[in-house]
């Protein structure tokens, strides 16, 4: 699933390839994709880009607004002259580097000729055509974004201490904290040295501060790195060595997710006792 870095690596490949393209066409392949009238958005200048979380808002010269969702296999994919462009989910299969292919949903043509691609193998992806007076309204079920001024240590130390809840559990909560996924969940636990099944509320203010550091430092890396090239500490690691100990990374299922850990250097600390 793409996560906060991968989507904000599209906002900033969008500010620089797609800002001030008027839209002419939009070719809507699958319905459930698109939620909304696009009479609403033809003709319109793009006119600025915002992030919150998961979500992508592409702001248009009117009233109305892109909002987008990548969910499990989004994939926004730009056409021009020059190359094609493929961000958010990768595309491993020769099959789907083709354009349009199977898995588009819907295709915008600009004033240029020039055409984005939003595919999503799943279908659990979408793009909602919104006034911009209801993007508040809309998101106001998500907590802080990891980079805004909003996700501080005071903040976050309230909410790992006020809940009993899994340590993984809770920073995939996106009403807690918007931006967060698999991979960089297990990676900043794994650099905290905090087990994923620890109770929130049982980890100490060294290791808070700890995991709160090392959650900004591994968005920030990935997002300088273009997502795409950030280098997994232990997420999708099984069977592999640790990297500080040399202990073999296990995967174990938790609520429904992968967690992956090395089990020497992220102890699960007996219920008496906090992590030390």
Known sequence: MPELPEVETVRLFFQQHL????????KILTPKSFIGSKKLIINQKITSFSRHGKQLSINLFNHYLLLIHLKM??????QSNQQDSFL???TPQPKYKKLPNSSTRVIFT??????????????FGWIKVIKKSQIKQLQSNLGPDILSSDFSYPYFKKILQSSSRAIKNLLHDQSKLAGLGNIYVNDSLFLSKIHPLTPANKINLNKTKLLYNNIKKIIKQAIKKDAKQYRFRVYQKTGQTCPVCGTVIVR?????????????????PKKKNNIQ
């Open 88 to 90: 958010g989910h990768p």
């Open 19 to 26: 800002l001030h393209k008027k839209i002419i066409k939009i």
């Open 252 to 268: 174990q299922k938790i609520s429904g997710r992968s967690a992956f850990y090395c089990p020497s250097c992220q102890k699960l």
């Open 73 to 78: 296999t989004g994939q926004l994919a730009y």
């Open 110 to 123: 600009f004033s240029n000729q020039s055409k984005l691609f939003f595919n999503d193998q799943r279908k």
